[in-house]
């Protein structure tokens, strides 16, 4: 889910973003609640319905973000950074760079947000109860109330990445004391459970088209099922990627011939040397010197008719801002830093001099070849 979302500030130096569906969401969601308000309190004014309908989204939307604080609150106890939280309509993504060393840390980061909605509940129900009867705060209180209840027992069910399979890993991971099964055992929840939204969502959707009812509620089952079943798949191949990497330096995977282009070519001409070649990214020399690094990326961050007229050094990222790793480092720590930085490749350094080179080309081969030899011997874990 790289870049889809808009940021919206900062919160405990955490960035925070809002997932592209969430305008619509929103509009939705105010909507729901204004004609509600309105409808179940006739005595209202349309501006009160409304404006409570306005209110009870924005708070809405607090509740998620506290929800997804809370996590991140844990995590950074545990000295796990956290890169971003991006919020959806029926949840948030708080992005842990590093995953947790031990089960223990990740059941309780897993827990720390449905407790912190459930405890949001317990607040609006005092609320809707000591507010007088039909007051808007008393109907705004009931609402967020059922939401946040709501909200916490969503993400309790145990399906990964939801906190429910979350918790579910940590358990199995404590027992199991293996990290990759127990993984995988969530992932196949998670997309059993998405699965299963999406058949029940179909079901309600066709019974209420038959009887005439609208279909929209059941579509909804469908769509965050179909949602789920997506960011179940692409956590595991993270797992599984992490797996295969597990003991392995960043000298095993970086690739050493690496190819070279003078700084001051066309970019013209470097799309010449990327055909020819194929190869995505290439070191930038002035002489012997090594200046900068090009890639496909900035090339095509360039309108192509203005190729001929600028020079690979305009666009490159220079020495100084290169992502660098050490031949050293460990494989699976490149992997989290090259995925926390959103970079797809990084230069190896070692005593000022440059080494190889680490693309994500190259990672996928080396998860891809120790996979296949994984099968082979049938040692996977
Ligand atoms: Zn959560």
């Given at each position: 889910m790289r870049g889809a979302g808009f940021k919206i500030g900062r919160v405990f130096g955490i960035p925070i973003?809002?997932?592209?569906?969430?305008?619509?969401?929103?509009?939705?969601?105010?909507?729901?609640?204004?004609?509600?308000?309105s409808s179940t309190n006739p005595n209202w004014t349309a501006g009160q319905g409304w404006s409570l309908g306005l209110l009870t989204s924005?708070?809405?939307?607090?509740?998620?973000?506290?929800?997804?604080?809370?996590?991140?609150?844990?995590?950074i106890r545990y000295r796990l950074p956290v890169s971003s939280i991006t919020l959806f309509f029926f949840g948030g993504v708080a992005r842990i760079s590093r995953e947790p060393d031990r089960p223990g840390q990740e059941f309780l980061i897993a827990a720390a947000g449905p407790v912190s909605s459930y405890f949001l509940a317990a607040c609006f129900w005092l609320l809707?109860?000591?507010?007088?009867?039909?007051?808007?705060?008393?109907?705004?209180?009931?609402?967020?109330?059922?939401?946040?209840?709501?909200?916490?027992?969503?993400n309790l069910v145990p399906g990964f990445p939801l906190d429910g399979g979350r918790l579910l890993r940590s358990i199995i991971w404590g027992i199991t004391k293996n990290y990759t099964r127990a993984t995988r055992i969530a992932a196949?929840?998670?997309?059993?459970?998405?699965?299963?939204m999406m058949a029940i969502g179909l079901w309600i959707a066709v019974q209420g088209y038959l009887g005439g009812r609208d279909v929209i509620g059941g579509l909804w089952w469908?769509?965050?099922?179909?949602?789920?079943?997506t960011v179940a798949r692409q956590s595991y191949a993270q797992v599984a990627a992490r797996g295969a990497l597990e003991g392995l330096r960043v000298s095993d995977i970086m690739t050493s011939d690496m190819a070279t282009v003078q700084r001051d070519i066309s970019l013209e001409e470097y799309a010449r040397e990327v055909t020819?070649?194929?190869?995505?990214?290439?070191?930038?020399?002035?002489?012997?010197?090594?200046?900068?690094?090009?890639t496909v990326e900035a090339l095509q961050s360039v309108p192509r008719e203005e190729w001929p007229m600028n020079s690979v050094q305009a666009v490159m990222l220079s020495r100084d801002g290169l992502p660098l790793a050490a031949p050293e480092d460990s494989a699976v720590e490149l992997l989290e830093r090259m995925r926390s930085a959103n970079v797809d490749q990084m230069a190896v350094i070692t005593g000022g001099n440059i080494?190889?080179?680490?693309?994500?080309?190259?990672?996928s081969r080396a998860v891809q070849t120790r996979n296949d030899v994984g099968h082979l011997t049938g040692s996977r874990s």
């Open positions: 973003y809002l997932h592209s569906s969430w305008f619509l969401i929103f509009a939705l969601i105010t909507y729901q609640f204004g004609s509600e308000f924005a708070l809405f939307f607090g509740s998620v973000l506290f929800h997804e604080l809370s996590h991140s609150i844990v995590a809707a109860v000591y507010a007088p009867q039909h007051s808007m705060a008393a109907e705004l209180g009931g609402q967020l109330s059922w939401i946040n209840a709501m909200l916490a027992t969503f196949v929840g998670g997309q059993i459970v998405a699965y299963g469908v769509f965050i099922g179909w949602f789920l079943l020819r070649t194929g190869r995505r990214a290439h070191l930038v020399m002035s002489g012997n010197q090594l200046v900068g690094l090009m080494v190889g080179m680490v693309t994500r080309d190259s990672i």
